[in-house]
C-alpha cells in the first residue's frame, strides 16, 4: 500500500511538473520564436553533455540574441520557479555548464557579436558567445591580441572563459581571465540588468568584476563583457628542450622559478604523450624521449635574448639531450599546434577521456608526476600529462571506455585519488577548468565551515534562492566533512 502511495505521489509530482514545463515553453516561444527554443527530447540529450565525464539534461534550451532577452527569460523562470543555467560552447570541463537542476539551459552561441572595438584605449566589448581567438583575429591587424588562450581557444565562448575564470599556456606570464576584464552587464536572478566595473578597469570601490568573473555561473548570467586587449611582443622565442629524465625536466622547471626566470609560457608533455601527438599533428616533437618543454620568452628583443639564453642554460645544466629553438614562425607555430591539439591525439587512444585540473607546488613536481603514475598503474590506466609546469597546474589525462562500467569507476576513483594527492602536496583542487558539479564534494579537502559558511553568504545575497546554476560548487552532501560517492548517473557512466 505505501509503495503505491508513493509511487502515485511520484506520478502527480511528475504531471505538475510537466504541466509547468509546458505553460513556460509556450511563453518562451511566443517571447523568442519556435524556432529558438527546444523541448523535444532528441534535442535536449545534445546538451545533457560537456567536455567532463559529468551528464545532466535540461528540461528545454533557449537561444536568445539580446540582454533584454535574456533578461525576460530568467524573469519567467522565476514565475514557474525553473532554475537557470547558463551555457557558452560547451566545452567545459567540469560539468559547470550542465543543468543538474534540470530547468531551462540558456545558451549564449547566438549572442556573438563584437560590439566595439577601441584600438586606443585597448579595449572590445563583445557578447557572451564570441569565440575567444575571434577576439585576437579581429584586432590582429592592430598589433593587438586576447592574452588568455585556453587549449580549446579556437571553439570556447569569451562567457565561458569568463564563468570558469580560464587560463592557458601563457597564464605564467599574463594572468588569468579576470586580469583581462574591465567591466561586465550582468542578468541577476530576478531579471534585473546590473553593469560592474568600468570600460578603464578602475572603478572604485569593491572589484565586483573579480567577483563575478570565476564565479561559475552561480550569481549572475554574463550578457557582455569588456575586455583589455595587449600590444603583441616586439620579439618571441621558443624553445623545446628534450629530456631523456622525466625527473629532470620537472627539475628544470624547479631550477627556473629559483633563479627568478618567468617565461612567458612553460609547458610539459611526457615521452608517452609525444608520440601520440607527433603521430597526429606532426609537429617536430621528438618520438623518442622521456619528457619535453615547451618555453616561450618574449619582450624587447635585448631582453628576449638574454632570457632565452638564461633558460637554454638551466635546461642544459639539468641535463636537457638537447635545446632547440624555433626558427620562424612557421616551427613555433607547429610546435603550439601540437600542444593545444594534444587531448584531441590521446582521443584517438580510447572511446573516451576523463581530463584533470589540480594545482600543486612548483617544487614539488618530480614527486607529483611519479605518484600520479602510480595511481595510473594501480587503478590500470597510462595516465598521459600534459601541463602548465610553470604554475603548477596539472591536467592528467586518464584514457577509458565509457561503455564499460568498471572502467568508468576506476577513472573516477583514480581521477579523485590523483586530486586528493594535489591538496595533500600544498596544492588547489582547480586551476582553471572550474568546480562544478565534478569537485564540489571535494571542496571540504580546502574548506572549512567557516569557510562555507562565508561564501554562502555571498552567494545568497546575489542569488537567494539557488535558481542559477544549483548543484554546482557547494558540497551536496550533509556535512561538508562528508564525501557524496557518485552515483553511475552523474558521472556519465552509461
Known amino acids: 500500500m505505501q509503495a503505491r502511495q508513493e509511487s502515485n505521489y511520484s506520478e502527480g509530482v511528475n504531471s505538475k511538473r510537466a504541466t509547468v514545463i509546458s505553460s513556460l515553453v509556450r511563453e518562451l516561444k511566443s517571447l523568442l520564436g519556435p524556432e529558438n527554443v527546444l523541448s523535444a527530447t532528441e534535442d535536449l540529450c545534445l546538451y545533457e553533455f560537456d567536455g567532463s565525464v559529468e551528464k545532466a539534461r535540461p528540461e528545454l534550451v533557449v537561444f536568445p540574441h539580446t540582454t533584454e532577452q535574456v533578461s525576460r527569460i530568467v524573469k519567467l523562470a522565476a514565475k514557474y520557479q525553473v532554475p537557470v543555467v547558463g551555457r557558452g560552447a560547451g566545452t567545459g570541463l567540469s560539468g559547470g555548464a550542465l543543468a543538474r537542476g534540470g530547468g531551462v539551459m540558456i545558451v549564449f552561441a547566438r549572442m556573438n557579436k563584437i560590439l566595439a572595438i577601441d584600438l586606443e584605449s ?30 580549446s581557444q579556437k571553439s570556447c565562448t569569451i562567457g565561458g572563459n569568463v564563468a570558469e575564470n580560464a587560463g592557458g599556456p601563457h597564464t605564467l606570464a599574463y594572468g588569468v581571465t579576470t586580469n583581462h576584464i574591465a567591466a561586465l552587464e550582468l542578468v541577476m536572478p530576478d531579471g534585473e540588468i546590473v553593469r560592474v566595473g568600468s570600460k578603464n ?12 568573473v570565476g564565479s561559475e555561473g552561480t550569481l549572475a548570467l554574463v550578457t557582455e563583457i569588456t575586455v583589455k586587449l595587449s600590444r603583441k611582443p616586439e ?17 628544470t622547471v624547479v631550477e627556473i622559478t629559483a633563479r627568478g626566470i618567468t617565461p612567458a ?19 617536430g616533437f621528438p618520438r623518442y624521449s622521456a619528457a619535453v618543454l615547451l618555453l616561450e620568452v618574449e619582450g624587447l628583443r635585448e631582453a628576449v635574448e638574454a632570457q632565452a639564453a638564461a633558460v637554454d642554460e638551466v ?22 599546434k601540437g600542444r593545444k591539439n594534444a587531448f584531441g591525439a590521446l582521443g584517438r587512444l580510447a572511446p573516451s577521456n576523463y581530463v584533470l585540473d589540480g594545482v600543486i607546488p612548483r617544487s614539488k613536481l ?3 608526476l611519479t605518484h600520479i603514475l602510480g595511481i595510473g598503474k594501480k587503478y590500470g590506466f597510462h595516465v598521459g600529462n600534459i601541463f602548465h609546469a610553470g604554475d603548477g597546474n596539472l591536467h592528467p589525462i586518464v584514457l577509458y571506455d565509457p561503455r ?48 562555507f559558511d562565508l561564501m554562502r553568504r555571498v552567494h545568497d545575497t546575489f542569488n537567494p534562492d539557488s535558481s542559477l546554476n544549483p548543484g554546482k560548487i ?12 557518485r552515483s553511475k548517473e552523474a558521472t556519465g557512466a552509461r
Not at 578597469?201 to 563575478?212: K, R, S
Not at 620579439?235 to 620537472?250: G, R
Request: proline content about 4%.
Open 315 to 336: 635546461c642544459r645544466t639539468c641535463h636537457a639531450r638537447e635545446v632547440r629553438v624555433a626558427r620562424d614562425d612557421h616551427e613555433r607555430d607547429l610546435l603550439w
Open 235 to 251: 620579439a618571441v622565442k621558443t624553445l623545446l628542450a628534450i629530456f631523456d629524465a622525466i625527473e629532470d625536466a620537472s627539475q
Open 201 to 212: 578597469g578602475d572603478a572604485p570601490g569593491y572589484d565586483l568584476c573579480g567577483l563575478f
Open 366 to 368: 618530480p614527486q607529483a
Open 404 to 451: 564499460d562500467s568498471q572502467q568508468c569507476k576506476n577513472a573516477i576513483a583514480a581521477a579523485e585519488e590523483i586530486i586528493r594527492y594535489c591538496v595533500e602536496l600544498g596544492g588547489a583542487l582547480t586551476g582553471e577548468h572550474g568546480v562544478g558539479m565534478e569537485k564540489n564534494e571535494l571542496m571540504s579537502l580546502l574548506f572549512s565551515e567557516a569557510d
Open 265 to 283: 609560457a612553460c609547458e610539459m608533455l611526457d615521452g608517452w604523450t609525444l608520440q601520440v601527438v607527433e603521430d597526429y599533428i606532426q609537429a
Open 474 to 485: 557547494f558540497p551536496l552532501s550533509k556535512g561538508c566533512g562528508e564525501i557524496r560517492i
Open 122 to 151: 585597448r579595449r572590445a566589448v563583445v557578447q557572451p558567445g564570441v569565440v575567444n581567438l575571434d577576439i585576437t583575429r579581429a584586432v590582429e591587424h592592430a598589433g593587438l591580441y586576447f592574452a588568455p588562450d585556453p587549449s
